[in-house]
């Protein structure tokens, strides 16, 4: 398995709270797909995220820590965290719901937010991301899980009003899971506000990330000299901006190399790199192998997954 921890999170824009609030929808969801032969590197979001395993064994990484995972295990993510789910299996499946915070503050259960955000407070209060098969809750918060994807299937008559009720019946469960606690610990907001201080900034590099961005057109992008930006990108992300805008162009460039056929000098230039010189070498410093040799290997790891 590749070393996901070289490789900095990417932001996830149309899993982001302004994503969702410009389609006036408080949550997403629906299932997932992963592949053993699909490597991508860490991603974020700024909403809420609870996921099920259907099928499927890998790893979940949150931050620089690895949790095993394999069917039935609920796990939960505070919005920010960088994560990502690699299966070791030929392929996961998973339901997945995002959602706003908004959803717990804008009702009557916004009187008690601080206790209904409390099974996202970072490293789920200092344990394990995954709630364990025989914790007591998992039987009650499988059902509503596999309600609200029933419902997201069907879509009748006034889904998304049950949905999110039952979403906020999930948050109940597994709150009150963790009020009979001690010790219950709140995040260290330095870094969340770094997160929120440069997401001008990431949302720039989305829509433009191919384009001769300077440091100076990023930090302006959030009012930011120079050097703050370089800062709060260490804090929030621990890497430098110019180095998050080249990844994501490797990233592009990786996706581009499995799903066309096109040239590796044409990818260069269509992702924003200056040569395929300048390609070849940040691809094979965060992946150890050429554009070229990565493709053949995706090629050959598919036939024999196809064949097996």
């Not at 302006?220 to 901006?241: I, W």
């Amino acid at each position: 398995m590749f070393d996901w921890r070289k490789l900095p999170p990417v932001f996830e824009p149309a899993l982001s709270r302004a994503y969702l609030a410009e389609r006036d929808y408080m949550f997403w969801l629906g299932d997932g797909e992963l592949h053993a032969y699909d490597q991508p590197p860490q991603h974020w979001h700024d909403t809420y995220e609870i996921g099920l395993i259907h099928h499927g064994q890998g790893i979940l990484t949150i931050e620089d820590r690895e949790y095993p995972y394999y069917p039935g295990l609920i796990y939960i993510i505070d919005d920010g965290k960088a994560h990502m789910c690699y299966s070791q299996t030929p392929t996961t499946s998973l339901f997945v719901i995002h959602f706003q915070a908004a959803l717990l503050w804008n009702s009557w259960v916004g009187q008690m937010r601080a206790e209904t955000q409390l099974p996202f407070i970072p490293e789920f209060a200092s344990e394990n991301p995954l709630i364990p098969l025989d914790d007591p809750v998992v039987p009650t918060v499988t059902r509503l899980l596999h309600t609200i994807r029933e419902e997201g299937l069907a879509r009748d008559h006034a889904w998304e009003v049950i949905v999110a009720g039952l979403i906020l019946q999930t948050m109940g469960h597994l709150t009150r899971r963790l009020l009979q606690r001690p010790h219950v610990q709140f995040p260290n907001m330095r870094r969340r506000e770094a997160l929120k201080r440069i997401h001008p900034i990431l949302l720039l590099i989305e829509r433009s990330f191919a384009e001769p961005l300077s440091l100076d057109e990023m930090a302006r992008a959030a009012y930011l000299s120079r050097s703050h930006c370089c800062a709060l990108f260490q804090l929030a992300l621990n890497t430098t901006p110019i180095a998050y805008r080249n990844l994501r162009r490797l990233n592009e460039a990786r996706r581009l190399l499995l799903e066309t056929d096109l040239p590796v000098r044409a990818i260069a230039y269509e992702v924003g790199f200056s040569s395929p010189q300048e390609l070849n070498r940040l691809f094979l410093r965060e992946n150890h192998v050429t554009p070229t040799q990565f493709r053949q290997q995706y090629l050959e790891r598919a036939r024999k997954l196809v064949h097996s």
